[in-house]
């Protein structure tokens, strides 16, 4: 409260100070610089069914009020965020690119450690380089598998909470939203039938909960959507997309 403040300090100097703090804090969206040129670093949870790169930018594009965007990738089949590191093409990518947001993507039962601390050690790394080459770093939670079922949902959820907060670095949580789907509408399969990689309608899914969460807009209504996905589909994927960030946002602020 401001009658906590020294009697000297001005009230033009606390709303200066108010502000700065305001937008230190505001999501990508709402900041003065909304994200134009993005960057996927992942393996194939990224790149299957065309790449979520290539749907972002198209969805972005069918917003009632066009948000034209770029987005490239940095991916790798079967790779962490620890083989990423490895790779002289991906920091090249996050150094020369100049690149808004990176969006990190680390498919946890991957880790052959079966433990999360490699997932802190490399997303670490990589924020700290993304943060020198002048960009912002969102996490995209992915999901659990059977092939590789060492770890469940909630132990990559509890997982990405606590880097989000230990680097102070948002997340979009893609892996719940997949849940939520299943719980609405059991018939429409988020994996495809290797039962590990997205489906056409899980890769949607997934565009909408980044979309939402580095914009901070609902896609409900946004006429993109690809082949194999319906109108109604569509809208339905859209509205659990914003529901789950928007509970995401609640319950972890």
């Known amino acids: 409260m401001i009658k906590y403040f020294p009697k000297k300090i001005e009230r033009p100097f606390l709303l200066i100070a108010f502000l700065l703090a305001v937008i230190h804090f505001q999501p990508f969206a709402q900041s003065l610089h909304a994200p134009k040129k993005l960057l996927f670093i992942g393996n194939s949870l990224t790149y299957r069914n065309g790449g979520i790169e290539k749907h972002i930018v198209a969805l972005a594009a069918s917003a009632p009020t066009p948000n034209i965007i770029i987005a490239n990738k940095a ?8 083989i990423l590191n490895d790779q002289q ?13 990176t969006i990190l993507q680390e498919d946890i039962p991957e880790l052959t450690e ?29 999901w659990p598998y059977e092939r590789l079922n060492w770890i ?5 959820t509890e997982a990405h909470k606590t880097i989000s907060k230990k680097l102070g670095i948002p997340v979009a949580p893609v892996g719940i939203a997949f849940e939520n789907a299943l719980k609405a ?15 056409i309608h899980g890769t949607y899914l997934a ?14 209504g946004y006429t993109y959507f690809p082949i194999g996905i319906s109108k109604d589909e569509a809208n339905f994927l859209q509205g659990i997309a914003w529901k789950t960030v928007q509970n995401w946002k609640k319950n972890n602020n």
């Open 152 to 156: 469940d949902l909630h132990q990559i």
């Open 89 to 101: 093409w991906v920091h090249d990518s996050i150094n020369n690119g100049g690149y808004n947001l």
């Open 207 to 220: 565009v909408c909960v980044i979309y939402a969460t580095i914009f901070q807009e609902s896609p409900l």
């Open 114 to 142: 079966h433990s999360v601390e490699p997932f802190y050690e490399f997303a670490s790394k990589f924020n700290t380089e993304i943060k020198l080459a002048g960009s912002k770093t969102l996490l995209y939670m992915a």
């Open 185 to 199: 509408n059991p018939s429409l399969a988020m994996l495809g039938p290797d039962k590990e990689h997205a489906s």
């Open 75 to 82: 991916t790798k089949g079967g790779a962490t965020l620890k």
